[in-house]
T-cell receptor
Framework: KQEVTQIPAALSVPEGENLVLNCSFT??????LQWFRQDPGKGLTSLLL?????REQTSGRLNASLDKSSGRSTLYIAASQPGDSATYLC?????????????FGTGTRLLVSP | NAGVTQTPKFQVLKTGQSMTLQCAQD?????MYWYRQDPGMGLRLIYY???????DKGEVPNGYNVSRLNKREFSLRLESAAPSQTSVYFC????????????FGDGTRLSIL
């Protein structure tokens, strides 16, 4: 059974710092790895999706990497801003045809102080 | 630009009452999902519908039923609500190809007294 772990559970940094959020998964047979952002009282917003054949994806100040062999993914946030404060969730997608079976981690709650 | 719409946003029920959570998507997605989110446990899949006309159990289906009414709509029903079903419920949808992410609604916050 796939298990996804995110460390740390919470992180507080001053504005401008570069930071790394970690995600580990127990079963390397994944189809893709997805990173989401969740603001308080809101749903999940997709940030990045890395296919199993890819090593990394970038969007603006965000960079996500994937190492299937070690069961790890990292989300790198450059030059953090107070607006980045949110909970970040990763999810491993099992290989199924036609739909996405996602297993979520419990998230890293990020606070960026001005 | 609605995406995934869930109703209601908040609901308080008494133990034993029934209710249906509604979900609709306007992205022409084939697959739809219902999750619950509880503190410290992350999101857990309740039921999913890979395509119109099909539904399957996820990780925590007990106490719930679903209906894929058409390609746009996927409802979740609690027949006899229990306090353990107090949670935030999220509906999501995705395209048939798995290189596109899931899209989520804003959730329904359900309290059962």
């Amino acid at each position: 059974k796939q298990e996804v772990t995110q460390i740390p559970a919470a992180l507080s940094v001053p504005e401008g710092e570069n930071l790394v959020l970690n995600c580990s998964f127990t079963d390397s047979a994944i189809y893709n790895l997805q990173w989401f952002r969740q603001d308080p009282g809101k749903g999940l917003t997709s940030l990045l999706l890395i296919q199993s054949s890819q090593r990394e994806q970038t969007s603006g100040r965000l960079n996500a990497s994937l190492d299937k062999s070690s069961g790890r993914s990292t989300l790198y946030i450059a030059a953090s801003q107070p607006g980045d404060s949110a909970t970040y969730l990763c999810a491993a997608c099992a290989p199924n045809t036609g739909f996405q079976k996602l297993v979520f981690g419990t998230g890293t709650r990020l606070l960026v102080s001005p | 630009n609605a995406g995934v719409t869930q109703t209601p946003k908040f609901q308080v029920l008494k133990t034993g009452q029934s209710m249906t959570l509604q979900c609709a998507q306007d992205m022409n997605h084939n697959s739809m999902y219902w999750y619950r989110q509880d503190p410290g446990m992350g999101l857990r899949l309740i039921y999913y519908s890979a395509s119109e006309g099909t539904t399957d159990k996820g990780e925590v289906p007990n106490g719930y039923n679903v209906s894929r009414l058409n390609k746009r709509e996927f409802s979740l029903r609690l027949e006899s609500a229990a306090p353990s079903q107090t949670s935030v419920y999220f509906c999501a949808s995705s395209a048939a190809n798995t290189d596109q992410p899931q899209h989520f609604g804003d959730g329904t916050r359900l309290s059962i007294l």
